[in-house]
């Protein structure tokens, strides 16, 4: 099942988000396909939270 999934971005002044927009999909991809692992490992306590 797919869902929308949205991104906040800060560009750098001139920075025109055609010319980035493969590599910020594919970063994002590559992020949510680790996302159970990623909150496996939080509920056991790898990553601290305050």
Do not use: C, H
């Not at 560009?11 to 590559?30: A, F, M, T, Y």
């Amino acid at each position: 099942m797919e869902e929308d999934a949205s991104a906040q971005l800060v560009l750098k002044p001139g920075v025109d988000i055609k010319n980035i927009k493969r590599n910020i999909e594919s970063v994002i991809e590559e992020e949510l396909k680790n996302i159970y692992k990623f909150t496996d490992e939080l509920s056991q306590g790898k990553y601290p939270v305050w």
